[in-house]
């Protein structure tokens, strides 16, 4: 069964300082990896894909399938990036195309 | 352009009721999918309508069931309430085999007593 982790819960970080958000999956197909984030009093939105090899807002993630990871990096944290963010998994397999997401974690930018 | 809309914003049942919630994609797309997220659990898949198909669902008891119709949107309903039911649903909804970009509405709340 796919599965993803996001292993923490809350991660603050200061004004300026690197950010890493961590995600790892476990999936037996060819992943399809997102990155959501929801902003405070907004909704759910996509963040950026790992087939796009883009960045948005500064923030990157190479998907590693050696190590099963997909994390999220920004060099320099912004108070604006404070927010929640998602990793999910696209099941493309069978038919199926909803996203697995992991449970979240909430970027706290300290300024 | 209008976003995923979803109603009611709040509904508070008590246990045993039964709770409809409702969803219009955005136009154009074809998909809609619901999540539950309720607190601690992050968004856990329900189901998957397409075309006015249910195409996959997850790990939910039967109560849990929907449709989508004619103009694209959709219902979910949930029956036999429990207590634990209460949380946020969210409705998404995509372009049929699109990129994998879901587009999410607000959310119903839904609170069980």
């Known amino acids: 069964a796919q599965r993803v982790t996001q292993p923490e819960k809350l991660l603050s970080v200061f004004k300026g300082a690197p950010v890493e958000l961590k995600c790892n999956y476990s999936?037996?197909?060819?992943?399809?990896l997102f990155w959501y984030v929801q902003y405070s009093r907004q909704r759910l939105q996509l963040l950026l894909r790992?087939?796009s090899r883009e960045s948005i807002k500064g923030f990157t993630a190479d998907l590693n399938k050696g190590e099963t990871s997909f994390h999220l990096k920004k060099p320099f944290a912004q108070e604006e990036d404070s927010a929640m963010y998602y990793c999910a998994l696209r099941n493309s397999g069978a038919g199926s195309y909803q996203l697995t997401f992991g449970k979240g974690t909430k970027l706290s930018v300290i300024p | 352009e209008a976003g995923v809309t979803q109603s009611p914003t709040h509904l508070i049942k008590t246990r045993g009721q039964q709770a409809t919630l409702r969803c219009s994609p955005i136009?154009?797309?074809?998909?809609v999918y619901w999540y539950q997220q309720a607190l601690g659990l992050g968004l856990q898949f329900l189901l998957w309508?397409?075309?006015?198909?249910?195409?996959n669902r997850g790990n939910f008891p039967p109560r849990f069931s929907g449709r989508q119709f004619p103009n694209y949107s959709s219902e979910l309903n949930v029956n036999a309430l429990e207590l634990e039911d209460s949380a946020l649903y969210l409705c998404?909804?995509?372009?049929?085999?699109?990129?994998?970009?879901?587009?999410f509405g607000e959310g119903s709340r839904l609170t069980v007593l």
């Open positions: 790992h087939i």
């Open positions: 998404a909804s995509s372009l049929r085999g699109g990129t994998g970009e879901l587009f």
């Open positions: 309508y397409d075309e006015g198909e249910e195409r």
């Open positions: 136009s154009g797309h074809t998909s």
């Open positions: 999936y037996s197909g060819s992943p399809e």
